[in-house]
């Protein structure tokens, strides 16, 4: 049931992810003519940012660099290497994250259009790689992220991939919330490195280049699928907004909706999304036959929880998915209620 969860709020990400993709190139010109009129500023110069000037380089950075890497994941026990190439080409944003253990998949993107690629088509719905890890990383919200975390930024350079890095932490402020290291390119900002661990200091994810390589001549042909190969497509479509029927009657200080209404994302399945500027939390609600009791899920970094609610005589499953402390968790489904007007 976990995985399933997971796999749906993942693929809900991927949608959303394109739409983020454009907000940040629409800004792009503008932040990037603030870096250097030539490229990437030089080491010297990254040395006067502040934290939050550095993370705002790297979610840059994710969107207008063309790059060729393979970096690993683990958490949970668990380890997984991938390769991602990224490029603008002829005026149009391509995309590919392939996964190289397990299965073979590869998921391609093309300005708005995403594609999953496989020779082998019941690895398209039993892959677990879909989760790309830069996504919540593009679109940051620094009045949020400066209420739930103190920023600290090392002045000492480290290497990871043969490259030089600076190091950004995140540290939370409360208990509602996981901490976070960043480790930078001193030349461009790229993200080298993350990892996230509870208020213990206990590892719980790591994102790693082991290779990486910017400014690749990347082709047209590097993103296009083989013939033979069984293909899923998914449209980005701007979402349809309806009207949301229920609130947190309580939140963590740096938490609020990023949505004013929910997201239809199925005939009978509304979305909302709640974030401190760093982490989100997404909250899926569809109508149920079967009552379900509080029950909470874990798998890494990530933490679920689901009940079900009556309304209006009517019964929703409720489900929560996100990258908190499953504490966290419980509490916000515990002060998820329907709106007193309804």
Known sequence: MFR?????????????SSALYAESLDHADTDHA??????????????SVMPFDWLKKMTLSFSTLDYDGIFVHSGQNRLNSMRIRHGLIGGVEYESLEDLDGADVTLIRVDDSLICISPDEAALNTSAFWNQPFNRFKELDEERIKEGYTLKLSRKNTRIAGRAARVIKLIPKDEHRFGHAF??????????????????????????????????DLKVK???????????????ESPQEVENGWEFEWLPKGFGMV??????????????????????VSVFIEPSIKKVPLHV????????????????????????????PPATIETLMSVFMPKATQ
């Open 183 to 216: 480790w930078l390119d001193n030349e461009s900002g790229f993200l080298l490195k993350h990892d996230m661990y509870d208020r213990k200091g206990r590892l719980l994810e790591r994102t790693q280049f082991v290779s990486l390589s910017l400014n690749p």
């Open 34 to 47: 603030k870096m250097d009129k030539h490229g990437a500023q030089s080491s010297g110069e990254m040395t």
């Open 259 to 280: 949505w004013k209404q929910a997201h239809l994302i199925r005939n009978d399945a509304n979305m909302l999304l709640l974030s401190d500027g760093m982490a989100t």
């Open 4 to 16: 399933s969860l997971v796999y749906s709020f993942v693929c809900m990400c991927l949608l959303a």
């Open 222 to 236: 590097d993103f296009t699928p083989n013939k033979d190969s069984y293909k899923v497509s998914f449209e980005s």
């Open 297 to 324: 899920m874990s798998r890494g970094a990530t933490h679920a929880a689901e009940r079900t609610v009556t309304m209006r005589g009517e019964r929703y499953l409720l489900t929560l998915v996100g990258e908190v």
